[in-house]
Structure formats: structure tokens, C-alpha cells
């Protein structure tokens, strides 16, 4: 008799959790097979809307929105992102702003120092905020706020030359 493939299921990912939760540990990472969980505790806020997040699906492609008012992508064919992307840190959700309500943290063309709290990606209750790895120009937000993310996933375009 074969035993059954590893996959990260509720149980498993429950168990994980409780048991990050009880450790000393800043980030835990848990792959197996194709499902990857990742948490940090790095950076927390206020409780927001949650979703259970479970094992990673394929990345959906997300349009370039250079301007937050609108719905649609700001070109039909997006040119090529330069500078600096910013790589959401985990499975998750993104959000723009600290709370519901609340203005976002910051908006296309806005100049950023480095470490400035960009957004923040939601895992399980638990708020990872994306800082700016350096300083620039936002020149693309690249998720929708409330949006799934996946891990690696560009959320945030810098221009570090303005």
C-alpha cells in the first residue's frame, strides 16, 4: 500500500499555525509538493477584513493601474515596468491603506524614502507591512486593494531615479 502524498490541507495548515504561534519565530516558510505557506510576524496593524487563505493557486495575471480611481488597466498593452519592484512577502491580501477607510499609504507618482510602509499583505490575521526597499517615485501599484496576492508577486513599482 502507497501512502498518501504530503499536501497542505486545512488540518495542516491549522497545526502549522498554532505552532508558529507558540514559537519565538519572525517568518516560518512550510513547502510541500506544489502548496507553499509562508507567515511573518515582522509588521502588524489594526484588525482588518480576513480571508482564510489556503494552499497557493496559480498566480492570476493582475492589470497595471497607474491610477486608483480607475478599473480598467491605465493601457491596453502595459510597457515594461523599470526601477524597483516590490514582491508581496507571502500569500495573502493586499491592502492600500491601515484600516478601512483610511487613506492609503501611497498613490502613483508619490516620492517614498527608503522603509516607507508601502501596503500591507493580510495572512491569516496576521499584517506584513511591505516597506520600499528603496527611495523613488511610486510609478505603478500593481494589485487591487482587498486583492489576493500570491507569493512573489509584484505589488508595487518604484523608480528610484526620480
Given at each position: 500500500m502507497t501512502p498518501e502524498p504530503l499536501h497542505l490541507d486545512q488540518a495542516l495548515v491549522h497545526a502549522l499555525l498554532e505552532a508558529f504561534d507558540r514559537s519565538e519565530w519572525l517568518e516560518m516558510t512550510v513547502?510541500?509538493?506544489n502548496d507553499r505557506l509562508h507567515v511573518s510576524r515582522r509588521s502588524q496593524r489594526e484588525e482588518a477584513p480576513a480571508e482564510e487563505v489556503g494552499p497557493e493557486e496559480k498566480p492570476a495575471e493582475v492589470p497595471v493601474v497607474s491610477?486608483?480611481?480607475?478599473?480598467?488597466?491605465?493601457h491596453a498593452t502595459p510597457a515594461p515596468l523599470t526601477g524597483v519592484l516590490v514582491e508581496s512577502p507571502s500569500v495573502g491580501l493586499f491592502w492600500r491603506s491601515?484600516?478601512?477607510?483610511?487613506?492609503p499609504f501611497v498613490e502613483v507618482g508619490r516620492r517614498v524614502s527608503a522603509d516607507d510602509t508601502l501596503a500591507i499583505v493580510e495572512v491569516m490575521k496576521l499584517m506584513n507591512h511591505i516597506v520600499a526597499p528603496a527611495a523613488g517615485t511610486v510609478s505603478?501599484?500593481?494589485?487591487?486593494?482587498?486583492?489576493?496576492?500570491?507569493?512573489?508577486q509584484p505589488l508595487i513599482a518604484i523608480d528610484p531615479g526620480t
Open positions: 513547502t510541500i509538493g491610477d486608483p480611481v480607475q478599473t480598467e488597466p491605465a491601515p484600516s478601512p477607510g483610511a487613506p505603478a501599484i500593481l494589485a487591487e486593494n482587498g486583492a489576493r496576492v500570491e507569493y512573489g
